[in-house]
């Protein structure tokens, strides 16, 4: 869980930069990390 919370940060940050093809990569990693949850909204990741 501590890696899909990195990735999800990650990609936050990427796209306060603007960065959004970048921050669209480390979201969809912290998704197949998180493939047993079908709403990733309903514990705080996204």
Known sequence: MEKIQELVSQGKALLEDGKFDD????????????QDDPDPRGNGLF
């Open 23 to 34: 921050a669209l990569g480390f979201f969809e990693q912290a998704l197949l990390l998180n």
